[in-house]
């Protein structure tokens, strides 16, 4: 042949993307259209992640911090188009293998779909829709390359034909003539196919991503959400709580650069007008209270410092914000708590769980059912329209976002979502403390230079913050004002520097006099401990 060879295989690789992209984005849709949380995507990505041993999770969470989400779907989309790749070339090679494994694509989406909450019938379309449109587009695309292929392998027989032997040299010629025609026209009939399947399926996916129409209704139901004006409002601000220094984290965290920290792929979508919460469990009445119910409740506003148990030494898993809501324990008491419970187990929508020891929701700390975090609705993704805050523990233990149930138990009966993955039953917020600025790294010049941190000891309090250049002694930093004994404080110290490298080192004491514990130890099973140290450069 004159022409380069045409690469028969790549088509195939190309073939194999663009018929599974095809399904995924037809599944998408019908997903979208039926109901958000049918995504087959969501489904799988949410089986693996349960799935996942809890070290890989870490680690993922460890590594991508709140990006876990965005990285977690991109290794997802890498694997499809691999795995996708691999089945086109199979095709080409050994049809019908390559379309038996998109239908095994279609299995797994499937069976991911049924192992989730609230199934019907219609559950099975999006998988179905998506592995029938993944073979029926693999299929007709592998037919044009076949074509193609044929042609051009004839093409090549008739001008070998011609080469060799004059004898038949006319015949075949002529053959050979007709050939080129033909399998050019094969090939754009290919590039036309391919190409006009990628433009569609990524159209369909556009159109699958901005129809997420739940998702949207969701948010117009929130922007409609008139809270109540709090009965206990928070105390004002103390003037002096926020130091204002740059390169240190505000002492109020705003919604938006609030951590974020859930089992949950997509963001489950509760309708507050739908919304009710039960009591159920070892109580004397199970009750069940509705969104309008609960904000007609003398509600109360409060500042609350959120922490997650797998934040690092000097990490930022953590975030302090105004809620407002309704006290756990005004909620129990009307359901009488029977002798003998000593935990509840709070279930969200999406079926994630956490066990809260009895005593942190029914004693003086304000643990509260809350609608409200910084004025406004809660976001979505911070558990729109309820969720449980409560102060000093952990979240995994307590902060159920888009809470449903509330079951009162014995922790010698139920464990919950992260319990049952190897961390410990109770998660109390370990006393803690960071340095903010400078970072780490950082070059500064020799002199006077302002060191500044946050600190907390959820529900005991901070008495106080101590920092160190290299092996010195301790010196006392100055504490701003605390808002109160359940929030992080900001914390600062002016220390001389000579030119070199240096190493910072903070540490808290609270407000009963405890030390913050040196000893290194991972964030499994109950938290990290360790002191924050930032090694910097004096010019
Ligand atoms: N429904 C649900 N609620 C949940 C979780 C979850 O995975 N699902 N994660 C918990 C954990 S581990 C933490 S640290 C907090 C984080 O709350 P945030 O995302 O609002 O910061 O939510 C808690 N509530
Ligand atoms: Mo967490």
Redesign the pocket.
Known sequence: MNTKAPHFTLWAAAAGIVAAGLGVAAGELAAALLSPSLSPVSAVGSVVIDGMPAAVKDWAIGLFGTADKVAFLVSMAVVIAVVAAAAGVLELRRPPAGAVVIGLFGAAGLAAVLTRAQMSALSLLPPLLAAAVGILVLRALMVRIERWRDAATAEARAEAGAGVGAGVGAGAGAGAGAGTGQAGARRRDVLRSVGGGAVVGLAAGALAGSARGGQVSTAAVREAVQLPAAVTPAAPLPAGAELGISGLDPVLTPAAD???????LSV?LVNAQQWTLKVTGLVDREIEIDFAQLLAKPLQESWIT?????NEVGGS?I?NAKWLGWPVRNLLAEAGVQSGADMVLST???G?T?STPLEALTDSRDALLAVGMNGEPLPL???FPV?LVVPGL???VS?????TELRVSRFADESA??TDRGWSERGPIKLSSRIDTPSRGAAVDAGTLTVAGMAWAQHTGIRAVQLRVDDGGWQDAQLAAGISADTWVQWSARVDLEAGDHTLTVRAVNATGSEQDERERPVVPDGATGLHTVRINVR
């Open positions: 609030f951590y974020r920290i859930d089992t949950a489950p959120l922490a997650c148990v797998s898993l975030g969200s929508q999406d994630w956490a993704e911070h558990g969720r952990y979240g995994y902060a159920t976002k888009w809470v979502y992260w």
